[in-house]
């Protein structure tokens, strides 16, 4: 069964902390991903990387940093956490190549910032 | 305007009823075609998907993608409560590394 996990399921953190969100895959898939999910707004792509130490902006980087040093694991930064960056954020990942085929998600961090 | 369309909800359906959920887009380059659901406070999990148009059945689901209206739809026969969650339709941008695109998701309440 595939399986992407995020660690981190409930956040509390304050304004200005740097906040590390962690994703590991099992899958051995090359791409992987972060989203924001927030009422409204639907799924927002931050930023995804294609192969370890790629990576590409997606379509709301502002304020976010990613790293990839193994295929397996793809983490999400926030170097100074604001209080509009409350909101729930999706790891995914997917097979490269296998076009049409699917992302899949993990659980989903919730992150407060106060 | 979006890229792609969709209805927030929330759909109010009773138990046995057939659930019509929908999607517009303005991307003629989207080929592929996808439903996801989501329980709340979960990670949407893929239900179906489509490439280019016609219909694909599932047990109670099918999906139906007319590309020529940009209009894909999700059909849900015999509801059951446990249907009940956001509905998110989702297509490949064509890129290779397959970024998504997603709607809003709609919102099913099946009651019993």
């Known amino acids: 069964d595939v399986k992407v996990t995020q660690s981190s399921r409930y956040l509390v953190k304050r304004t200005g902390e740097k906040v590390f969100l962690e994703c590991v895959q099992d899958?051995?898939?090359?791409?992987m991903f972060w989203y924001r999910q927030d009422p409204g707004l639907g799924l927002r792509l931050i930023y995804f990387?294609?192969?370890?130490?790629?990576?590409e902006k997606g379509d709301i980087p502002e304020g976010y940093s990613v790293s990839r040093e193994k295929k397996e694991r793809f983490s999400l930064i926030l170097e100074s956490a604001s209080t509009n960056q409350t909101s729930m954020y999706l790891c995914?990942?997917?097979?490269?190549?296998?076009?049409?085929?699917?992302?899949?998600f993990g659980e989903g961090s919730w992150l407060t910032v106060v | 305007q979006k890229e792609v369309e969709q209805d927030p909800g929330p759909l109010s359906v009773p138990e046995g009823a057939i659930v019509s959920l929908n999607c517009t887009y303005s991307?003629?380059?989207?080929?592929?075609f996808m439903w996801y659901r989501q329980y709340s406070r979960k990670g949407p999990e893929l239900l179906m998907y489509?490439?280019?148009?016609g219909n694909k059945e599932d047990g109670r689901f099918t999906a139906q993608v007319d590309k020529s209206s940009k209009y894909i739809s999700l059909f849900i026969r015999d509801s059951q409560p446990s249907d009940s969650a956001t509905y998110l339709c989702?297509?490949?941008?064509?890129?290779?590394?397959?970024?998504?695109?997603f709607g809003t998701g709609t919102r099913l309440l099946v009651s019993p």
């Open positions: 989702a297509m490949d941008r064509n890129t290779g590394f397959q970024k998504l695109v």
């Open positions: 899958m051995d898939h090359e791409n």
């Open positions: 489509t490439y280019s148009s």
């Open positions: 991307n003629s380059a989207f080929q592929y």
């Open positions: 995914a990942s997917s097979a490269k190549g296998l076009k049409g085929n699917t992302i899949y």
């Open positions: 990387s294609y192969d370890v130490k790629m990576k």
